[in-house]
């Protein structure tokens, strides 16, 4: 028990500390509390201050939500998805058929694209021999140009052979003899075109006036679906000259890095057509009525702008385009290439994408004004150029939907899905609308919303959406995605094997 009593006192001594030890610990532990407020009020101070240049500056804003290249530029190589647009074994060599189409095609140049390959196809099912079409030249464009000057003739001819037989004109003997005039109903499936061949009977020679949307989305054979994409994305080859600027401008902007084509549907007559008038002055505004009373083929004639713009109907303005670019991470010194016509109020509206981005371009500032002379007094030529432009780039932008937008979406998808990102209008007016009442600001929130609400917009493979729940009858048709927008999976398939 003694020694046990020893060992508490040598226990006690040894953990009993003296009070000016006491006092110095306690002393130590106050310095250090008052070292971690001032860390904390200096980091706190700092903090605000960094809040206070980012409220000033919207692009410092915008640094504060970064995107890595991969998801900005990437596209993954195709997502394993190949091109397969070859005959089956099933196919058989053409006959020479001593009966003929003629056709017109109408519309602007993706119109009248898209329609000579659906013609192609008609052909086909018809068992007919194609004339070489005739170009529209009566439309808003107010084109001259003729087949040959957009298209390579001979390319056209030689590379559709083992399909259908197409000539230049027709014989002579046929010049002046009774033709069919027959307008070909829209979206119309193979047993249609079987029907109409019995115009043959009586007529050498059957007259197509319109081109456009002749031939339905699906349930076409697997072999004429194939025909459309080999003419749309094979044989109709621009003439030499408008390939050769075309790759040319495609190099220039290449050599600058990685580059947006942006499909910027704001010139006049589409805002005209569609009623929009948001953020235009009432000159302006009334200006775009105007037009549109005036011109007979246009049906919608009283518009409500306010609702076009809520619905999502609306091109998406200059300045909003600048918001949503940033808002995906794109960096303010990204080059962007401006694939469209005369934009309406020029620089006064265009200079609020620029600054945004001011490295936008246009075909006149990267070759001199010579060598695009002669395409610029065409319209559909222009148009090519902008086509092959848009195909090549690294990432493809339509503010707004259209005969160009599909075609080119459809052909990057053909290509192995290159990136495309399609801007959702209805959803992006909400949260534009949300800025104009101070209730969102530019900035990493409205970027994780931005990119959130286009994760699955950006050209990934998915088959083609039919038509929308409600729709009835033919008019269901209209509603549904047009084959030439998105080939899958007729024209794009998963394995190596085309």
């Known amino acids: 028990m003694a020694g046990n009593g020893k060992d508490r006192r040598l226990h006690a001594r040894t953990t009993t500390t003296p009070a000016y030890f006491r006092f110095r610990r306690s002393s130590l532990f106050l310095l250090s509390i008052l070292v971690l407020l001032g860390i904390f009020?200096?980091?706190?101070?700092?903090?605000?201050?960094?809040?206070?240049?980012v409220d000033r500056d919207p692009f410092s804003r915008s640094q504060l939500f970064q995107v890595s290249e991969e998801k900005l530029w990437g596209s993954s190589l195709g997502y394993g998805y190949h091109p397969c647009a070859k005959p089956t074994s099933?196919?058989?060599?053409?006959?020479?058929?001593?009966?003929?189409?003629?056709?017109?095609?109408?519309?602007?140049?993706n119109q009248m694209r898209t329609g000579i390959s659906d013609m192609v196809a008609v052909a086909r099912l018809m068992n007919a021999t194609l004339v070489v079409p005739q170009l529209d030249k009566r439309s808003f464009w107010q084109d001259t140009s003729t087949f040959e000057d957009i298209f390579d003739e001979a390319y056209f001819i030689e590379t559709l052979k083992g399909d259908i037989r197409v000539v230049k004109e027709l014989p002579k003997e046929l010049e002046s003899a009774p033709r069919a005039r027959k307008h070909f109903t829209s979206w119309s499936g193979s047993a249609y075109y079987e029907e109409i061949a019995r115009l043959f009977k009586d007529n050498k020679v059957i007259h197509v006036p319109k081109s456009d949307s002749r031939l339905a989305n699906n349930d076409l054979p697997l072999d004429i679906q194939?025909?459309?994409?080999?003419?749309?994305?094979?044989?109709?080859?621009?003439?030499?000259?408008?390939?050769?600027?075309?790759?040319?401008?495609?190099?220039?902007?290449?050599?600058?890095?990685?580059?947006?084509a942006l499909h910027l549907r704001y010139e006049k007559d589409m805002l005209s057509f569609t009623g929009c008038t948001y953020g235009l002055t009432d000159q302006e505004a009334e200006e775009l009525k105007v037009m549109r009373e005036n011109t007979n083929h246009w049906k919608m004639k009283g518009i409500n702008s306010t609702e076009q713009r809520i619905g999502g109907f609306c091109p998406l303005t200059p300045k909003?385009?600048?918001?949503?670019?940033?808002?995906?991470?794109?960096?303010?010194?990204?080059?962007?290439?401006?694939?469209?016509?005369?934009?309406?109020?020029?620089?006064?509206?265009?200079?609020?994408?620029?600054?945004?981005?001011?490295?936008?371009?246009?075909?006149?500032?990267?070759?001199?004004?010579?060598?695009?002379?002669?395409?610029?007094?065409?319209?559909?030529?222009?148009?090519?150029?902008?086509?092959?432009?848009?195909?090549?780039?690294?990432?493809?932008?339509?503010?707004y939907t259209g005969n160009m937008a599909r075609a080119v979406e459809g052909h990057r998808r053909f290509l192995g899905h290159r990136k495309t990102i399609t801007p959702d209008r209805k959803g992006l007016v909400e949260l534009f609308d949300l800025m104009e009442?101070?209730?969102?600001?530019?900035?990493?929130?409205?970027?994780?919303?931005?990119?959130?609400?286009?994760?699955?917009?950006?050209?990934?493979?998915?088959?083609?959406?039919?038509?929308?729940?409600?729709?009835?009858?033919?008019?269901?048709?209209?509603?549904?995605?047009?084959?030439?927008?998105?080939?899958?999976?007729?024209?794009?398939?998963?394995?190596k094997n085309h």
């Open 226 to 260: 194939r025909l459309r994409c080999r003419t749309l994305y094979q044989a109709l080859r621009f003439a030499s000259p408008i390939e050769t600027i075309g790759k040319k401008l495609v190099a220039q902007l290449q050599s600058k890095g990685r580059y947006i």
């Open 320 to 399: 909003e385009v600048g918001i949503f670019l940033q808002a995906l991470g794109y960096p303010k010194s990204t080059w962007i290439y401006l694939a469209a016509g005369e934009i309406y109020g020029g620089d006064a509206y265009l200079s609020d994408l620029r600054s945004y981005f001011p490295n936008l371009v246009t075909k006149e500032m990267l070759v001199q004004k010579k060598e695009l002379q002669k395409f610029m007094k065409h319209a559909s030529q222009a148009a090519a150029l902008d086509y092959i432009i848009s195909v090549e780039s690294d990432v493809f932008v339509p503010s």
């Open 90 to 109: 099933k196919y058989s060599a053409p006959e020479d058929w001593d009966r003929y189409i003629t056709v017109k095609s109408n519309g602007g140049l």
């Open 41 to 53: 009020t200096v980091a706190l101070f700092l903090s605000q201050r960094q809040i206070s240049a």
């Open 437 to 495: 009442k101070g209730e969102i600001e530019e900035g990493p929130q409205l970027s994780s919303l931005v990119c959130q609400m286009h994760k699955y917009r950006q050209g990934a493979p998915r088959k083609r959406f039919g038509s929308l729940p409600g729709s009835k009858g033919r008019a269901r048709l209209r509603t549904e995605e047009s084959f030439y927008e998105n080939p899958l999976p007729e024209c794009i398939c998963l394995t």
